[in-house]
């Protein structure tokens, strides 16, 4: 017998349909797959088979922001006393200073990405990653877009709301609510990690994707770089580890440092030509 009308709207949501249910403590799990499930689908639609992952602050600026604010703050004491700016003046000295680290990020992810088009392989076959939002992240978006090549930026949900940078291929932008989740989708496709200067959100990345590959859960190698060894061994005493006997030799042959992007960029096309048995047009063709 047909359902009427009034006896349709008595029937209740079927589960999946439950905004509610899906919100609740009890909907963790679901939540928690949905993260997993969704980007895996749309990332073997995309035929993306490896990422080179950029990490690094959401602070630094692109040099011609940093220069046009220092420039703003000097203008504003030229006429008068320059001490109720010096605190101002200083930051945005070091904006500029450390600016330098975007515009190599951006310069660094195009190099990437238009060796990885020249591949002869899918265009999709490698791509850079980022997480999504300003800073180091749009740097690397900003360089793989100005390459012609596509890619992928991981959001997540911040109390103040990260937007994501315009940089990114639309269909390869996800949004996620679990960092740890966010953490998986960064390092399974990973095949190179290149960290930027950055604060706790990149030691965090980096020293997830350092104790994957110490304890050998990661199922394959992954190439990590430390762009800029002044800032890195300025920030973390990696030789002190050793010498306190916490990490073996083995586990600092992990880390290499860049300081140039030609560098970075040699580091990544070795490794990577050899563990992906990549086979390439013309060697370092973009130097």
Not at 33 to 45: F, I, K, T
Not at 188 to 204: E, H, K, V, W
């Amino acid at each position: 017998m047909a359902i009427g009308k009034r006896e349709t709207e008595k029937l209740p949501l079927v589960a999946y349909r439950n905004h509610q249910f899906l919100e609740s403590s009890d909907g963790r799990t679901l939540r928690i797959l949905s993260e997993y499930l969704e980007p895996q689908a749309r990332l073997r639609r995309a035929g993306i088979h490896h990422t080179v992952a950029f990490f690094g602050s959401a602070r630094i600026r692109p040099r011609e922001e940093a220069l046009r604010k220092l420039q703003e703050l000097e203008n504003r004491g030229k006429d008068g006393d320059l001490s109720p700016l010096a605190a101002e003046l200083k930051k945005a000295r070091m904006d500029l200073d450390m600016s330098q680290y975007y515009e190599d990020a951006r310069e660094l992810s195009r190099l990437v990405t238009a060796w990885a088009l020249s591949l002869q392989q899918d265009s999709r076959f490698l791509v850079v990653c980022s997480g999504g939002g300003p800073g180091i992240m749009e740097a690397a978006n900003r360089g793989a877009s100005e390459a012609g090549g596509k890619s992928i930026g991981l959001n997540i949900m911040l109390p103040a709301e990260q937007q994501p940078n315009p940089y990114i291929t639309r269909e390869l932008g996800f949004l996620f609510r679990y960092f740890f989740m966010r953490k998986l989708w960064f390092a399974q496709p990973a095949r190179a990690l290149i960290a930027f200067p950055g604060g706790f959100g990149t030691l965090d990345e980096l020293f997830e994707m350092l104790t994957l590959l110490q304890t050998n859960k990661m199922g394959h190698r992954v190439t990590i770089v430390l762009y800029g060894s002044d800032y890195w061994k300025r920030a973390i005493n990696f030789e002190y580890f050793l010498e306190a006997g916490t990490i073996s030799e083995e586990d600092l042959k992990l880390i290499r440092f860049a300081d140039t992007t030609q560098e970075a960029f040699s580091i990544i096309q070795e490794d990577l030509t050899r563990i992906l048995h990549v086979r390439t047009v013309v060697r370092h063709p973009f130097i």
